[in-house]
Nanobody
Framework: QVQLVESGGGLVQAGGSLKLSCAASGRTFSSYAAAWFRQAPGKERSFVAAITWGGGATYQADSVKGRFTISRDNAKNTVYLQMNSLKPEDTAVYYC???????????????WGQGTQVTVSS
């Protein structure tokens, strides 16, 4: 069993940066791939970025490539999302997820956090 808790969200101006953290409980977290998804008001949840269990490979949605970076520190059981050059359209609730494979398909993840709000003002 893995429990995930996100933090680091908040209000930022367009062009600014935020770093989200996802703290995991459970000794086996290092064996799971992890990902970030987001859901804007009135929209479906969408893939943001994913990372393999060892951190050797990462994947990003086209909309965030070059601006967002996913990373992890398995010694700290934590996954991060560094978000730079934020845009108003990045406003959403951001969710951390853990699963057996690094994929953009949300249903394939086994565990989810409660989410953290990111608001980007213009």
């Amino acid at each position: 069993q893995v429990q995930l808790v996100e933090s680091g969200g908040g209000l930022v101006q367009a062009g600014g940066s935020l770093k989200l953290s996802c703290a995991a409980s459970g000794r086996t977290f290092s064996s799971y791939a992890a990902a970030w998804f987001r859901q804007a008001p009135g929209k479906e949840r969408s893939f943001v970025a994913a990372i393999t269990w060892g951190g050797g490979a990462t994947y990003q949605a086209d909309s965030v490539k070059g601006r967002f970076t996913i990373s992890r520190d398995n010694a700290k059981n934590t996954v991060y999302l560094q978000m730079n050059s934020l845009k108003p359209e990045d406003t959403a609730v951001y969710y951390c997820a853990a699963g057996r494979a690094a994929t953009a398909k949300g249903p394939l993840y086994d565990y989810w956090g409660q989410g953290t709000q990111v608001t980007v003002s213009s």
